[in-house]
């Protein structure tokens, strides 16, 4: 009987951290069949000579919630490898919702992700209310990539409380009606449960973001309901936040790891330039929780945080209160205000350095990323400082050459976090540290953290020699498959599910960030393609070849909980 698939040649690394070694990897029926010297016909085979064959990798953390519904290949993701994402991460996403609260749960995810509510409106059904039923819809939509998804807490509280959600705590009765819900997720699919409790953000409509008003109680009332099941991750973004964690929540976060037995995942983690030895100190906390008997690891981003954006289309200055009341005004009010000097005087002041403002006031890691006219086209990849006359400051530069271009000019915040590499490099070593935090599927034309797999595998693992190879693909494999309790992905191994990367370990990066509009309705976002990345299989079919997809759509829901014949969860 011929295999599905033969891969030949290939140097294995299988993803456990053992050596790599020559083999070839069988594939039949959606799973790993073989690994070994392998003869025989097959219906498709791969020569991987010179060639790293591994298991496919997860990423972490994604918003792909609403992105699936339009892109079921979960581009650019899967491009770079990624065979399994995990959504519903920061509390928010697009079910469980009521069709009354459709429009809301619609608004926050806009709001907070910034997501073109046009997009959302275009591009989203809508046709479910329970998050099982949001499941089943994107199966029946076909999916290319392995979808492992989180129940978010701000619509499961809206879809118990209604307008309560954003206004009060929840009663016991609420508590526990939201408790049901969660309960029959995690038996319709869910792979665990999310919450932000970061302070200081503003949600839909200028109300509060509905997690936020959580108590203790109901957090950890939510959380036990994955220690009844005993399975699912937990998944927070802890107070403060922005890579920070305040005392009372460590001591909250080993609790809620010990009580339930589930491991907790926060982030994101990244280094601070107010900050600059923070990161230091969230390793010693981790290290206390193990001593402990906690289980919790930090999202670790382990590429510079840049964020792009055009002052005609962006939520980045959300917290500069004249930039924000500015950049909502239409298009020539906007224009007039922007080259009117009392106001610039109040939106260079807003620019100046400050602790803890996102994104990060240094003005001088301001860059032109792209411009619209030809005369202008030197100016590309330069500081504004390093453009500004004598005297000038830099948010007149930016503002002058914007208002030339109509507002269309793309500029960059270079290294807004994570801009010291040597501080990112000893962050990422740590067992702690699961890399990931691409949030894509988010902020679509402003941010594109999805070659994150390809920086760990070429620039810190290949160029900068922070851990080896096989450890780097350990990271992206195993290590999350284990702490999602996906027991049946993350390893190369006979048996396995046959979620497959080949790759060129001397080639592997990411190439330029671009903008393409095909988002639904023909609005722009950022993609970015990869390099080295020969074949990405999923479920033991080939989706892409040399980055070309194949056609195939083999994707699956993985959740914690098997669903039995009988309807019967029980743990994986």
């Not at 698939?5 to 069988?26: C, M, Q, Y």
């Not at 993701?77 to 994402?85: A, D, M, Y």
């Not at 450890?471 to 702490?483: H, I, Y």
Request: proline share 5%; aromatic share 6%; charged share 25%.
């Amino acid at each position: 009987m011929p295999h599905d698939l033969l891969i030949k040649n290939g140097t294995v690394i299988d993803g456990s951290g053992a050596p790599a070694f020559r083999a070839d990897v069988a594939v039949r029926a959606g799973k790993v069949a073989a690994v070994g010297r392998i003869g025989g016909a097959a219906d498709e085979t791969i020569d991987a000579e010179g060639l790293v064959v591994s298991p496919g990798f997860i990423d972490m953390h994604t918003h792909y919630d609403a992105q699936l519904c339009w892109d079921p290949l979960a581009t650019s993701s899967s491009w770079h490898g990624v065979t399994t994402v995990v959504t519903g991460n920061c509390g928010y996403g697009i079910a469980p919702t009521t069709e009354s609260g459709r429009a809301y749960t619609a608004a926050l995810m806009a709001h907070v992700e910034g997501i073109s509510l046009d997009v959302l409106n275009a591009g989203v059904d809508w046709d479910w209310e329970t998050f099982g039923d949001f499941l089943r819809r994107l199966e029946r939509n076909r999916l290319g990539v392995n979808v492992a998804a989180q129940v978010p807490h701000s619509p499961l509280r809206y879809y118990v409380m209604g307008e309560a959600a954003y206004e009060r705590e929840s009663t016991p009765e609420e508590l526990e009606r939201m408790k049901g819900e969660l309960r029959r997720a995690m038996a319709e699919g869910a792979i665990g449960f999310s919450t932000l409790q970061a302070e200081g953000r503003i949600g839909a409509w200028g109300k509060p973001i509905p997690s936020e008003l959580a108590t203790f109680e109901e957090l950890h009332g939510l959380a036990s309901v994955l220690g009844e099941v005993n399975a699912g991750v937990i998944n927070i973004s802890p107070r403060p936040g922005t890579s920070t964690i305040s005392p009372e929540y460590r001591e909250f976060l080993i609790a809620w790891s010990r009580d339930t037995g589930r491991p907790v995942v926060w982030g994101q983690f990244m280094h601070r330039w107010d900050q600059p030895d923070m990161w230091r100190e969230l390793l010693g906390f981790m290290d206390d929780a193990k001593a402990r008997g906690a289980s919790i690891y930090a999202l670790a981003k382990c590429q510079s945080l840049d964020l792009e954006f055009t002052l005609q289309r962006t939520d980045l200055f959300a917290t500069y209160p004249t930039w924000r009341d500015v950049l909502a005004k239409p298009g020539q009010e906007r224009k007039r205000l922007l080259a009117d000097p009392g106001v610039r005087a109040k939106l260079r002041s807003e620019l100046e350095p400050q602790p803890g403002a996102l994104p990060a006031r240094r003005p001088e890691s301001l860059e032109v990323r792209r411009t619209v006219l030809a005369k202008n086209k030197a100016l590309e990849g330069r500081r504004l400082v390093d453009l500004a006359e004598s005297g000038q400051h830099v948010v007149d530069v930016l503002l002058d050459l914007a208002l030339e271009e109509d507002l269309e000019t793309r500029f960059v915040f270079t290294g807004v976090m994570n801009g010291d590499p040597d501080a990112v490099g000893q962050m990422i070593q740590s067992e702690h540290c699961l890399p990931g935090s691409s949030d894509a599927g988010a902020h679509l034309d402003m941010d594109c953290g999805v070659d994150y797999t390809s920086l760990l595998l070429g620039h810190w693992v290949r160029d900068k020699h922070v851990m080896g190879l096989e450890e780097g693909v350990r990271r992206l494999t195993s290590m999350p498959a284990s702490v999602l309790g996906l027991t049946d992905r993350g390893l190369l191994k006979e048996g396995m599910a046959a979620d497959i990367v080949v790759f060129n370990r001397e080639t592997i990066s990411a190439l330029p960030r671009e903008i393409v509009n095909d988002l639904p309705g023909g609005a722009p976002r950022i993609v970015q393609r990869a390099v080295g990345v020969a074949a990405v299989i999923v479920n033991g079919q080939t989706v892409f070849r040399d980055g070309v997809h194949s056609g195939a759509m083999p994707g699956a829901i993985l959740g914690a909980v098997k669903r039995g014949a009988a309807g019967t969860p029980s743990a994986r």
